[in-house]
């Protein structure tokens, strides 16, 4: 049985930051593409960051350089940290794991997300 579970998430001031996790189990994490996605209230899906199997990083323009994804293969998780919080980065954040690059955005294995909240 695969399993996603994200933690970290919470209520943070402007400018603070957060570190979410995403625990993967029932897959051989080294074979997949973990993303994280966010979806704020009212509003689509969207990837926010993408770390591949063979090593690829990207991000979503509005989170360059204040978000930055890594993974530990042994510990089977994936991370994301995330400096210099603004309030319009308020979403319910979740991890998401696609063995192809190519695979749909609603495609692969997701978690439960964690809500972030990011305000004064």
């Known amino acids: 049985q695969v399993q996603l579970v994200e933690s970290g998430g919470g209520l943070v001031q402007p400018g603070g930051s957060l570190r979410l996790s995403c625990a993967a189990s029932?897959?051989?994490?080294?074979?997949?593409?973990m993303h994280w996605y966010r979806q704020a209230p009212g509003k689509e899906r969207e990837q926010v960051a993408l770390?591949?199997?063979?090593?690829?990083?990207n991000y979503a323009d509005s989170v360059k350089g204040r978000f930055t994804i890594s993974r530990d293969n042994a510990k089977k998780t994936v991370y994301l940290q995330m400096n210099n919080l603004k309030p319009e980065d308020t979403a319910v954040y979740y991890c998401?794991?696609?063995?192809?690059?190519?695979?749909?955005?609603?495609?692969?294995?997701w978690g439960q997300g964690t809500q972030v909240t990011v305000s004064s």
């Open positions: 029932g897959i051989t994490f080294s074979f997949y593409n």
């Open positions: 770390f591949a199997s063979g090593g690829l990083v």
């Open positions: 998401n794991a696609k063995i192809n690059l190519s695979d749909a955005p609603e495609a692969g294995h």
